[in-house]
Nanobody, 122 residues
């Protein structure tokens, strides 16, 4: 059974940093594309960053230059390092996985974690 568990959220002041983790279980995830999404209060869920099986990385404009996605395949874990946080980054952050191996585009995220709350105070 595939399971994704996010952690690392919290309350931080504007300009601060957080590192989110997404621990995956149920199979080996090194062959799959994984992504981070977020949903702010009163907003729709939006893409934040993605990392492919071959290490290619993708970012939404909102996080470019501030956020870094990475993965540790030995630990089945994906990370999102967030620096220079802004109040508008306040959201629940989710990780998700596309379980079709070796995808390079047109991702479909089949499994989602429960989310971790990030609150950035001004």
């Amino acid at each position: 059974q595939v399971q994704l568990v996010e952690s690392g959220g919290g309350l931080v002041q504007a300009g601060g940093s957080l590192r989110l983790s997404c621990a995956a279980s149920g199979r080996t995830f090194s062959n799959y594309h994984m992504g981070w999404f977020r949903q702010g209060p009163g907003k729709e869920r939006e893409f934040v960053a993605g990392i492919s099986w071959n290490g290619n990385k993708y970012y939404a404009d909102s996080g470019k230059g501030r956020f870094t996605i990475s993965r540790d395949n030995a630990k089945n874990t994906v990370y999102l390092q967030m620096n220079s946080l802004k109040p508008e980054d306040t959201a629940v952050y989710y990780c998700a996985v596309d379980l079709r191996p070796y995808r390079s585009s047109s991702y479909e995220y089949e499994y989602w974690g429960q989310g971790t709350q990030v609150t950035v105070s001004s």
